[in-house]
């Protein structure tokens, strides 16, 4: 039982560290990401107190260096999953009633072990498992899953003092429940944040959590477990299984104790799953929770105010970098017909500086490699059709390489036909389609930004023109849920820009706020009558 009202500590961003050269943490990581590159690792099922080996291993490489191993994890079976989901329910009562400063603690002691111990090793691993750069491992692993940590616990404590009013002889109260049964976190490969914060903020609240983590972010996934069980976290709270995603979700989704999914990943798989969900509405016991953030074909559309410069910048970064596999990366671009050439000139000199794709060892590669061969082939498909279709060119990159890592050089296609099919289909990928308007045809462009794509995720405009600005706000207030203004439109930061969109990109929950973790409650509302009535006669009876 709680003994007194406490103030959690305020939440700040952590500060992103430079790694430049001769820097200390420079040195540390370097050293790290040897140590795992030329290691194995063996990384079992995380269930209750049990770390399970199964005998049954998939290798995992580098993207970067596919031929070489730094380890295996095991797959579960389906008894694992079924034995996961009751280690959850046993853990639920006794996790449930620990008072939440003490869940609190847990999680401000992972950040700090994040920000200290642990950093070099959340970074390194990312480096490996999902080939980022170092400046994108830091401000991904370290950087953005502290700050999720922390300021989940400071929006928790906001949550539980928000409370109604009460008359006179009344008191009204409300307590915010756990879910009644266990969450199903799925997480991609792309953000090892976004891995840690999903089963994260589900526990936080009082839940207990089945994890599945992309089979591509397996390594890095095995930090942070490591970090919440040093950081104190109960056996059985957060529940771990790899492996087939249609058998593990289909026995996740058959118990009646299912009470809500936090899904990041594909567009077409959470549709699949929200109707897997409504076929077997009538097992639950509750009507689960479902929240997802799904996939992007993310805008910049320049006005013809806009600077050059900035625009090129915006491409090149929210296009290229992390390989362009960020759901809010810019995919779409819209460029004046009077600025399009000094424009693209200065898109080809950026990428022209570029080392060619390489490992994220070596520091000075802006781009490294694609996630797996799956993806590698399907970009190079797209790039190959542009390099053969009329109304499309290849004039920046297109050449690409798998014979050691999944390599795909930095490329724009210039179409004439706005509906071109990279226009509208998310590649998750390097690759960045142009469309050229007349500058007189703003408005209309507008528009067509809008209607173009089935998504809303992150869209730009760069403009030094406040009323166009303030047209294209307007005009594009429902293609994207978190919207840039002369910027790129990648790069949210928790606390600051709240993250998600709606369309075919989710249900807009917000992760990094206090809407996503109000999803992970269920409120009870206690009213206590001091003086209770003895007499059912009311005034008006005279």
Request: charged residues 20%; hydrophobic residues 35%; contains cysteine.
């Amino acid at each position: 039982m709680s003994k007194g009202f406490f103030q959690v500590p305020t939440a700040i961003n952590e500060p992103i560290k430079s790694y430049a050269p001769g820097s200390s943490e420079r040195e540390e990581v370097l050293e790290q990401y040897r140590a795992y590159f030329n290691g194995n690792v063996d990384v079992p099922l995380y269930i209750g107190k049990e770390e399970i080996k199964t005998g049954n291993t998939k290798p995992m490489s580098p993207p970067h260096d596919h031929k070489h191993i730094v380890g295996q994890y095991h797959v579960a079976e389906k008894k694992h999953v079924t034995q996961a989901i009751e280690n959850g329910l046993a853990s639920r009562s006794a996790w449930a009633d620990l008072t939440w400063e003490q869940r609190a603690a847990i999680f401000l002691k992972a950040a700090e072990l994040i920000a200290g111990p642990y950093r070099a090793k959340i970074n390194a691993a990312t480096m490996i498992a999902q080939s980022k750069t170092i400046h994108q491992a830091e401000i991904d692993a370290a950087c953005e899953l502290i700050d999720f940590l922390r300021f989940n616990v400071e929006y928790m404590s906001q949550i539980y003092e928000e409370q109604p009013d009460s008359a006179e002889g009344i008191w009204n109260r409300v307590e915010y429940r756990p879910l009644e049964g266990f969450v199903y976190a799925i997480t991609p490969f792309n953000f090892t944040a976004i891995a840690g914060n999903l089963p994260a903020s589900a526990a936080m609240m009082g839940n207990v959590v089945v994890w599945k983590p992309s089979d591509s972010q397996v390594f890095s996934a095995k930090v942070i477990v490591d970090i919440f069980k040093e950081a104190g976290l109960p056996d059985g709270v957060i529940n771990v299984v790899y492996g087939d995603p249609v058998m593990i979700t289909e026995t996740v989704l058959d118990s009646p104790d299912f009470a809500g999914i936090h899904f990041t990943g594909s567009t077409h798989v959470f549709k699949e799953l929200w109707k897997q969900i409504g076929t077997n509405i009538h097992k639950y016991k509750t009507y689960p929770r479902i929240v997802g953030e799904t996939g992007g074909k993310d805008f910049i559309i320049a006005h013809p105010s806009a600077k050059p410069q900035q625009v090129a910048t915006a491409i090149v970064r929210g296009g290229f970098e992390f390989q362009g596999q960020k759901c809010s990366a810019a995919s779409r671009v819209y460029l004046p017909k009077s600025l399009s050439e000094e424009i693209l000139e200065s898109v080809k000199k950026d990428v022209a500086s570029f080392n060619k794709p390489g490992s994220p060892e070596d520091m000075s590669n802006f781009v490294t490699a694609v996630i797996h061969e799956g993806s590698f082939d399907k970009l190079a498909k797209y790039i190959d059709q542009a390099k053969n279709d009329d109304n499309a060119e290849v004039i920046i990159g297109g050449n690409y390489d798998k014979s050691k890592g999944y390599f795909i050089e930095p490329t724009v296609i210039l179409t004439t036909d706005p509906k071109y099919t990279t226009m509208e289909t998310e590649l998750f990928g390097p690759v960045v389609t142009v469309y050229v308007y007349e500058d007189e045809d703003w408005s209309k462009t507008l528009k067509l930004v809008d209607e173009t794509s089935e998504y809303a995720l992150t869209g730009a405009v760069l403009s030094t023109d406040r009323y166009a600005i303030d047209e294209a706000t307007k005009a594009l207030q429902n293609c994207a849920g978190n919207f840039y203004i002369n910027d790129k439109p990648t790069g949210a930061v928790v606390g600051q820009q709240p993250f998600g969109g709606a369309r075919a990109s989710g249900t807009n929950d917000k992760a990094g706020s206090a809407q996503n973790l109000l999803r992970w409650v269920s409120p009870r509302l206690i009213k206590e009558t001091f003086v209770t009535p003895t007499d059912y006669r009311y005034p008006f009876l005279g």
